[in-house]
C-alpha cells in the first residue's frame, strides 16, 4: 500500500497520534497488579516499566533506520520478508496480525464492554464489544481520512484525561510511602523478565508508524520522527501513571489486581464516586486504542494480500481509500474471538502469549539493522540509528534474556505460542491463493 492516500497522507503529528493511541490501552492499567508482588521493590517495579521502554525505545531508532530505508507498509512483516524470504515474512505478518491486533482488539474490547456494563448492566460485555467493533470499523470503512481524523481527537481527549488523572494523583497525600530499596539480584531473576513480558504488552503498538509508513508524507523522516517521539513520550506517562499507583498502595497489596490497579488506586487516593469517573476515563483510553488498532491491522492483511501472501480481495480499497475488505473480515475475525472468550482466563499468560511471539518477530526486524549493514553496507539511510550498534544490540540483548526466562517461568504459555506459530505456517497453502511476488 506504498502509494495509498496520496491525497491525504499522514504527517507527523498523525503518524506520532497512531503511535501513542495504540500503545495507550487497558495494559498501563492492569498489569502491575499482576507482577508488583513478585519483585517486592517500588523500585523494581519502576524498573521494569522503565526497561520495558528503552526496549521500545531501542528498537524504534532501529526500526526508523530500516523504515528510512523500506518506506513500505506492512511494519516487521515487510521487513523480515525482505530480510528472511517468503515464509518468514508470511508468519511474521499474519501472527503479528493475529495476536497483536485481532487478539489485543478482542482483549480490550471485553474489558470494555465490562466497563460500559457498569452504565448499561443489561449489556453483555460481548455483546457491547462487538457493536463497538462493528461501529468504528464502519467509520474507518467509510474514508480514511474520517477514521485518521476520528482517531486523532480520540487520541488528544486520552492524553488529556490521562495527564489529568496523573497531576490529581500528585496532588493528593499519598497512601503508601515509595521506596527506593533495589533488589539487583531480583532484575536479573525469571519473575522479572517475565514482568517485562508483561508489561510490554502495554508498549505494543510503538512500531505502529511502520505499518502504516505507505501513507505517511515524507516517510524516510516522519517515520523515525514519530516512532522515537511516541515512545519516549508514553514512556514518561507511564512511568508517571506507576508511580501515582505506587502512592496509593504497597506492592505486597497489589496482588491479584491485574484488570483493575488503576481503579484501586483511584479510589485509595481521591474522594467520591470516582469508580464512575474512572470508568469514563478506561471507557475513553480503550475506545481510542481500538479505533486506531483497527485501522493499522486492517492494513496489514491490505499489504500482505496485494504481496500475494493472502488473498488479493483483503487488498481491494475504495475510492476513499479504506481497505473495505480487511476491514471486515478482521471485524469479523475479532468479533468470533470475543465471543469464545468466556472469560479473561489468566490474564498473565494471556499477556505472555502475545507477547513472545510479537517479541520474537521484532528481533527479527531489529536484527535486519546488522544484517543491511553488512549486505547492502551502500545503500542509502536517510535516518540512521544513534550510538549504533548500542540500541539493536540492547534490543536483542533484553529480548533474547525475555524469551529464555519465560520460557522457564511460564513454559505452558510459551507452548502455546510454539503450537500457534506452527498452525500459522500449516496453513500458509491455503491462504496463498497465488504465486508469491519476487522480492525487488
Known amino acids: 500500500m506504498d502509494n495509498a492516500s496520496n491525497d491525504q497522507p499522514l504527517g507527523f503529528w498523525s503518524a506520532t497520534a497512531a503511535v501513542v493511541a495504540t500503545m495507550i490501552g487497558a495494559g498501563i492499567f492492569g498489569a502491575t497488579g499482576g507482577f508488583a508482588h513478585q519483585l517486592g521493590s517500588d523500585a523494581n517495579v519502576l524498573l521494569v516499566w522503565l526497561f520495558c521502554g528503552l526496549l521500545a525505545l531501542t528498537g524504534a531508532l532501529s526500526l526508523g533506520e530500516l523504515g528510512s530505508m523500506l518506506p513500505r507498509s506492512g511494519g516487521c512483516y515487510a521487513y523480515n520478508r525482505y530480510l528472511y524470504g517468503e515464509t518468514v515474512g508470511y508468519l511474521s505478518g499474519v501472527l503479528s496480525w493475529l495476536l497483536a491486533f485481532v487478539g489485543a482488539l478482542a482483549y480490550i474490547t471485553l474489558l470494555l464492554g465490562y466497563h460500559l456494563q457498569q452504565f448499561i448492566p443489561a449489556l453483555a460485555p460481548a455483546a457491547s464489544a462487538s457493536i463497538v467493533i462493528a461501529l468504528l470499523s464502519a467509520v474507518h470503512c467509510f474514508g480514511f481520512r474520517e477514521g485518521n481524523w476520528m482517531n486523532n481527537a480520540l487520541t488528544v481527549f486520552k492524553v488529556a484525561v490521562i495527564l489529568a488523572f496523573i497531576i490529581a494523583g500528585f496532588s493528593v497525600p499519598p497512601h503508601a510511602e515509595l521506596s527506593s530499596s533495589m533488589n539487583f539480584h531480583g532484575i536479573l531473576s525469571a519473575p522479572f523478565a517475565s514482568a517485562m513480558i508483561s508489561a510490554s504488552f502495554a508498549y505494543l503498538g510503538w512500531e505502529t508508524a511502520t505499518w502504516i509508513a505507505g501513507d505517511l508524507r515524507d516517510p524516510q523522516k516522519t517515520l523515525p520522527r514519530s516512532l522515537i517521539a511516541g515512545t ?19 506492592v505486597s497489596t497489589m496482588k491479584g489486581a491485574i484488570d483493575g490497579i488503576g481503579l484501586h488506586a483511584a479510589e485509595i487516593l ?3 464516586n470516582v469508580s464512575t469517573w474512572f470508568n469514563c476515563l478506561i471507557i475513553v483510553v480503550l475506545i481510542s486504542s481500538t479505533s486506531t488498532i483497527l485501522m493499522v491491522g ?4 491490505s499489504t500482505m494480500a496485494q504481496e500475494n501472501q493472502l488473498p488479493s480481495s483483503l487488498g481491494q480499497a475504495n475510492s476513499r481509500k479504506s481497505p473495505v475488505s480487511a476491514l471486515v473480515v478482521q471485524a469479523i475475525f475479532t468479533i468470533i474471538f470475543v465471543w469464545a472468550a468466556n472469560s479473561h482466563g489468566n490474564a498473565d499468560n494471556i499477556l505472555v502469549l502475545i507477547g513472545m511471539p510479537t517479541t520474537v518477530i521484532m528481533a527479527g526486524a531489529v536484527a535486519g539493522v546488522f544484517i543491511l549493514r553488512k549486505k547492502e553496507p551502500d545503500r542509502e539511510r536517510p535516518f540512521q540509528t544513534p550510538l549504533y550498534p548500542l540500541p539493536p544490540l540492547l534490543f536483542l540483548g533484553l529480548s533474547i534474556w525475555m524469551l529464555v526466562a519465560t520460557l522457564q517461568y511460564k513454559w505452558q504459555a510459551s507452548l502455546g505460542s510454539l503450537i500457534l506459530v506452527i498452525l500459522i505456517w500449516l496453513l500458509k497453502p491455503v491462504l496463498r491463493t497465488t504465486p508469491a511476488q519476487k522480492e525487488n
Open 232 to 250: 519516549a513520550f508514553v514512556t514518561c506517562l507511564y512511568l508517571l501513571l506507576n508511580i501515582v499507583f505506587l502512592r496509593a498502595q504497597s
Open 270 to 272: 481521591f474522594s467520591g
Open 298 to 301: 486492517a492494513r496489514i492483511l
